[in-house]
């Protein structure tokens, strides 16, 4: 029997007269990796933006884990175990990789209303940051400010601090916009390795990626899901050939 | 580590408290008690200054009515003292709770906006607070009131006499600048930190900022009351004067000319703050005007405050940060 992590009912969100999201119902099997693919402007960054509790749907309803969310604020989500990256890298930039990642690791380990106790004496979290640093490579980099390493070791530490907070499920919007061929396949690599322990939900626009990486696949267009399917289905799919692989793409 | 401080910016705040901690007896060998008054004024308002600095250096949260939180301290002294009850831990615990209650209240509201709402929501609180003491005729409304004795301690602790109160008023100083520093380092000063850099990442780690926010707003309102409670004791009289919101604005630039976000950085910009504008009166009628470009200069070019310059000696010399 599939459990299904996350589950979508009837989620609709519009901007002034843009539909950005159009009737989406979608189902997240736990332990698979879900791709989510569509042309720019698709409305794949809403709606990760309505999963994370970034933005509140029009209507519609968000379960996780059999639990309602949709009235769950963005840090309550993050604490029932929904972690989410940023297709614009969103990281605290004048700390450094390691204090980033410990501040998620913190994140996900109960309240932090401590306020005697240096953090830096803290080396149960040190070792739990510096693991999940080293799972994205970025191990000797650890004591670097943020805002001096480069674009693509930033996207990996916002993958390493979705880690960190040792979620259920994670949330990757485009994790390897940006990056060059060498970074983009170290990416891969790293999501590779996760692949049966973790639920992932994967918005990316490189195909080649989505195809070594994606157990399902559906296609978002005008905020619309025109196709849910596995990868090698959705790959012969007619009407999303047209709508979408037909430009380039495949 | 080692006992000594290497850095310039460390062997400069290690000479100040140097320099702080025997002052009443130098004064006094050298027959001068008005610098201790000086001296002890400049303190109180580095507390404050070190309390608005947790929230605002730290934080983010610029307040513009922290001003308020020192008149509580202070009417927590005034008020019973009127009615002859002179238990300094009454006072003491008075100044806490009320600041604590009115940083809670006023805050949970503040909070909820960001930028300049904030600042200017933060003083529109401050000056509810100004009007109401200036409506209190039983304490004098805006003539004031007279504090006849100090607050009374035990023996060992009393604050009679100009030396006494000086080093109650050392002894909270390094006590809050202590505190401040173990806060920013603990779990709960990351969070507060990190929210002032990028609070959407922070809520999608987890953190309900709002919370942590208003506890850290709180706290560093019990701290400037403790401020206050000193400056009552310290002029024997209290006023709605106090507590303005150019009082307000004052202390900012105390956090701004020490440098945002330092923990030695308001304790020096108060004190310079404070020397500056006692001896450029001395000199000519015409001093708030060259206050004033100077403030304007130090906000313009003054990158980091004093302590900034100071990290920027050491940086030439070695290449740490
Ligand atoms: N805050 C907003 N206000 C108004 N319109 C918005 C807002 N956010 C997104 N949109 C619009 O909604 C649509 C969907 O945008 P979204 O960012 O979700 O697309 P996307 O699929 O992530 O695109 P990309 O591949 O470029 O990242 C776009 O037309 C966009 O202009
Ligand atoms: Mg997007």
Known sequence: MTEHLLKIHNLNKHFGGIVATDRINLAVEKGLIHAIIGPNGAGKTTLLAQLSGQIKPDSGEIEFDGQRITGYGMARRARAGLARSFQITSVVMPMTLLQNVMLA???????????????????????????SLAEVGLDDRANRIAANVSHGEQRQLEVAMALAMKPRMLLLDEPMAGMGKEEGAMMVKILKRLKGDMTILLVEHDMDAVFSLADQLSVLVNGHIIATDTVENIRINDEVQRAYLGDGHA | MTWFPQSISGRVYAAILLILAPAP??????????????????LILAIAVVSLNLILGFGGMISLGHAAYIGIGAYAVGIPSYYDYYNGWLHLALALSVSASFALITGAISLRTKGVYFIMITMAFSQMAYFTFLSLEEYGADDGLVIYSRSEFPQWLTMDGGTSLYYWIFALLLLSLFFTHRLVHSRFGRVIVGSKFNEQRMQALGFNTYRYRLVCYVISAMICSLAGMLLGNFTGFISPDMIGWARSGELIFMVIIGGAGTFFGPLVGTIVYILLEEFLSLITVYWHLIFG???VALVLFGKGGIHGWLSRLDRKGAGHD
């Open chain 1, 105 to 131: 690791v913190q994140g996900g380990s109960g309240h932090s209303f401590r306020f005697w106790a240096p953090v830096s004496n803290d080396s149960a979290m040190k070792a739990a940051a510096m693991a």
């Open chain 2, 25 to 42: 007896f130098v004064f006094e060998w050298i027959n001068q008690p008005f610098y201790l008054d000086l001296l002890s004024r400049a």
């Open chain 2, 293 to 295: 470009i100077m403030l």
